[in-house]
């Protein structure tokens, strides 16, 4: 089975501080994703890459960076945290070129901003 | 850009049948997903429509038209376990992104 790994489930940061959310993924997956999800908002993607040092913006890119050194990790980096940004955050997976592209998530990172 | 509604919120009743419905706009898209997800968990796949037409696939279904901008995610044999969000989402025609909707938390009752 595919695994989606977060390196944590809970986070508290303070406002200013900068923040790494890691994402590692083992089954050779070409295309990384970051969501946030909020209530009555849903899932929105901040930052995909579907290579590596390849990155693009989602739609709710502001106050977010990536990076994708290798192909397996892909990390969200907050660069300095603010309190709009205390969300769920989701990594998730795909293969490029499968027959239905479908996600794969991990566990999710609660991280609340004080 | 995409526009995705589906209702907020739905109730039924165990062994019953509930049909979560979901109409989008967009000026093209590969596919179309649902997922589950219970609370505090990941979502995790359920079914993906290509074409027009009905994908059955156990106590799930999900139809899609595309001339209508209309799909659903037909339940069947409620459990219990049924309990929690279904989202709909688009794949993208450009990077294989796929956008979300809202969801909709579906609640059964015993």
């Known amino acids: 089975d595919v695994k989606v790994t977060q390196s944590s489930r809970y986070l508290v940061k303070r406002t200013g501080e900068k923040v790494f959310l890691e994402c590692v993924q083992d089954?050779?997956?070409?295309?990384m994703f970051w969501y946030r999800q909020d209530p009555g908002l849903g899932l929105r993607l901040i930052y995909f890459s579907y290579d590596v040092k390849m990155k693009e913006k989602g739609d709710i890119p502001e106050g977010y960076s990536v990076s994708r050194e290798k192909k397996e990790r892909f990390s969200l980096i907050l660069e300095s945290a603010s309190t709009n940004q205390t969300s769920m955050y989701l990594c998730?997976?795909?293969?490029?070129?499968?027959?239905?592209?479908?996600?794969?998530f991990g566990s999710g990172t609660q991280l609340s901003v004080l | 850009g995409q526009n995705i509604d589906q209702p907020t919120e739905m109730t039924a009743t165990e062994g019953a049948i509930v049909q979560i419905n979901c109409t989008y706009q967009t000026s093209g898209f590969n596919g179309l997903f649902w997922y589950q997800q219970h609370a505090g968990e990941a979502p995790t796949f359920l079914s993906y429509n290509v074409l027009d037409g009905l994908e059955e696939k156990g106590r799930f279904s999900s139809f899609l038209s595309r001339s209508k901008g209309y799909s659903y995610l037909l339940l069947k044999e409620l459990q219990m376990k049924d309990s929690a969000s279904y989202l709909c989402a688009l794949l993208d025609t450009g990077f294989q992104k796929l956008v979300f909707g809202t969801g909709t938390r579906l609640l059964v009752s015993p």
């Open positions: 998730a997976s795909s293969s490029h070129g499968a027959t239905n592209e479908k996600l794969f």
């Open positions: 089954m050779d997956h070409e295309n």
